[in-house]
């Protein structure tokens, strides 16, 4: 970066704002090698944990930025416009960052003692392995899938049952988080994917690693948020309240760059040719574009929302509707640009593939599945409609 960007960067850390551009830019240059090496680069992360990504839900007692969930979105669009797979590193180490804020104090400390900038990785849903519980703490092992980059994390969050006696008998074992240092975690190379392949989601194991208290939590505090009063809103919201919202600004950056590719590409060869032939370019252009529009709409007023009201009554499923509904916006436009964009659209080589295959993968994700979050929305819609005609 020149000197001037340094400077804005440096003061934007301070403040505990984002600065996505910087980061977008290191992460275009990388994002043909992050293709094929199924990680991004050591520069990319460098450049992501200096545009705020990681510090963004930090709590401020450790010089963090406490940000909110619109600034968030609207940076990961950004980055995502320039490489996918950097875009979900970026917007996950952030969220994971919020997870650990639920750790007790001293389990913090270790965390962020030093500086606000780590980057932690997780594996926490769903929860697997085991975590038996001894004098101050627990011996937990397991494996666990998709622990997004994980190859350039400092800590890793994972998600285990506590092994009980009662839970034998038929009882209800609950779920803890544990922070693990990455030196302690194996990494098994799994990840081969179609799409988001710089993303580095692999498989890891922990073999017996003692865990001490301080770094666990229940993980039903993390899914419900918390509930006290005056509670910062990063906290106060409940994880799935915005967990694919955030998701989705992934599909959405590259979807956007798939349009401006395919605009490059097709467009101009559409305006040179007979005029009938170029009609349905230009509806493909018009839909295609309104449609990332209207899901960009959609999709950042749940964010905003959550930073006003993280716990409105309905604001969950409220929120997964527009999720869900955003995701398919998003595939059907960039799906409509696939198909009419000829032998561009199909070159395996080409960035526009990458787009289309990066979109793909991010909606894929289970949290975007439309008909659970349907069901949800339906029970509570149905509630407040019927509250409204009284």
Known sequence: MTELTDL???????????????????????????EQERHISARTARALTEAGFARHFVPRTWGGGEGGFAELFDATVEVAGSCASAGWCGVLWAGHGRFAAFLPEEGQRDLWGRTPDVRISAAVIPPAGSAEPEADGWRVGGRWRF?????????????????????DAGG???????????????????????????????????????????????????????ATPGRPVPYAAPAQLVGGVLLVAVALGAARRALRLWSELVLGKAAS?????????????????????????????????????PRAEGAVAHGQRDAAVGAELVVAAVDRLFRTGGSHGSDATGDFQRAW??????????????GPAAEAYARVGTAALAAEGR
């Open 147 to 167: 622990a997004s980059g994980v190859d350039h994390a400092d800590w890793v969050l994972v998600a285990a049952p506590e092994r009980q006696a009662d839970a």
């Open 8 to 34: 804005i960067a440096a003061d934007t850390r301070r403040r505990g704002l984002l600065a996505p551009a910087p980061a977008a830019a290191v992460a275009s240059l990388g994002a043909a090698d992050a």
């Open 273 to 309: 040719g007979a005029a009938s032939a170029a009609v349905p370019v230009w509806e493909a252009f018009a839909r295609s574009s309104a449609e990332l529009d209207a899901a960009g709409l959609l999709l950042r007023e749940v964010a905003r929302r959550a930073d006003v009201d």
């Open 172 to 226: 209800c074992a609950r779920a803890l988080v544990f922070a693990v240092p990455r030196a302690e975690v194996e990494v098994i190379d799994s990840w081969n994917s179609v799409g988001l392949r710089g993303t580095g989601s692999h498989e890891i194991a922990l073999d017996g690693v003692f865990v001490p208290r301080r770094r666990s939590f229940e993980m039903a505090a993390m899914m419900s948020g918390d």
């Open 357 to 370: 295959r990066d979109v793909h993968t991010a909606t894929g994700h289970a949290a975007l599945r439309l």
